[in-house]
């Protein structure tokens, strides 16, 4: 597994987390859960890419909500599934601020994560919504 998706794993384990049991996004972000033999597993650079989806998922979440909750269909926000939420947000971050990864890769990742984490039908939900987002995104430029 690559740096950037461990870096993604972590990302989408401390928005569960945060989402579970508010903390500061500084606290959230030093990813509390891994131990120092596991931490030390981790390249520094897959900690602050980490770190980075974090703060700034956090940061912008009323802008981020706002866009998957414009792209459900026939759905409630407040019943996706934490799991789900954690995923959708963290890509929904990388596709209106991280310019510089493709939107291909960024849907791709949230797909395989989901595919792992989520439920049966997890990864088709989080991919149509993030192919609205992409799609309203390429719209509005």
């Known amino acids: 597994m690559g740096s950037r998706r461990k870096g993604r794993v972590l990302a989408f384990q401390a928005l569960f987390s945060w989402d ?8 959230i972000a030093t990813f ?3 131990d120092e033999e596991m931490r030390a597993r981790y ?14 998922t956090i940061e912008n979440l009323d802008f981020i909500d706002e866009c998957i909750s414009g792209h459900l269909e026939h759905w409630d926000f407040k019943r996706i599934g934490k799991i789900d939420l954690a995923i ?3 890509s929904a971050y990388a596709l209106k601020f ?8 960024t849907i791709d990742e949230a797909v395989d994560i989901a595919k792992i984490y989520g ?4 990864y088709r939900f989080i991919n149509g919504v993030l192919d609205g987002i992409l799609k309203s995104h390429h719209e509005k430029r």
Do not use: H, K, Y
């Open 20 to 27: 579970l049991n508010p903390q500061t996004p500084e606290e």
């Open 32 to 34: 509390p859960w891994i």
């Open 43 to 56: 390249e520094q650079e897959t900690l602050d890419f980490a770190r980075f989806i974090v703060l700034g």
């Open 88 to 90: 959708l947000r963290m």
């Open 98 to 105: 991280q310019q510089d990864i493709p939107a291909t890769v």
């Open 119 to 122: 439920s049966d039908e997890s």
